[in-house]
């Protein structure tokens, strides 16, 4: 298995709050920005099966597995950045112009289905623009 990778992953999700909120991207080569490379997009958590059916996961990690894929995959760097924009709007605090949409594990009380259907309401507007 990966236990090592396993233990790196959990350990660094402190940094940003949760794990829920980390993309991850297993490439088919190196970004070099111009040439599109295949990859294996995801959360770093996996499937959580513990909360499954509970829609208290946070997407927030998938829908950012996504914008990496419009990146590396794509070559969509414009449409990956709206991306990410929408997701931070999303989550950040009302006091910095936010919408402080968040699940449980960052302390909200939303679910997993508004978060992410806030994040797509958001980026359809960005997208507008």
């Known amino acids: 298995e990966n236990l090592f990778g396993d233990i790196l992953s959990?350990?660094?999700s402190?940094?940003?709050g949760s794990l829920g909120l980390l993309p991850s991207a297993s490439l088919g080569g190196i970004p070099d920005g111009k040439t599109?490379?295949?990859g294996l997009y995801e959360p770093i958590h996996g499937s959580?099966?513990?909360?499954?059916?509970?829609?208290?996961?946070?997407?927030?990690g998938t829908i950012l597995s996504i914008a990496l894929m419009l990146?590396?995959?794509f070559g969509r760097e414009k449409e990956a950045k709206l991306v990410e924009e929408a997701v931070r709007i999303v989550l950040d605090g009302?006091?910095?112009g936010g919408l402080g949409f968040r699940t449980k594990d960052l302390g909200g009380e939303?679910?997993?289905?508004?978060?992410?259907?806030k994040v797509a309401e958001i980026l359809a507007g960005l997208l507008k623009n």
């Open 36 to 38: 599109p490379i295949p």
């Open 71 to 73: 990146r590396y995959s």
């Open 48 to 60: 959580a099966p513990d909360i499954a059916g509970q829609s208290i996961a946070n997407p927030i």
């Open 10 to 12: 959990d350990e660094t």
């Open 110 to 117: 939303k679910k997993t289905n508004e978060v992410g259907e």
């Open 94 to 96: 009302e006091a910095v």
């Open 14 to 16: 402190v940094i940003p």
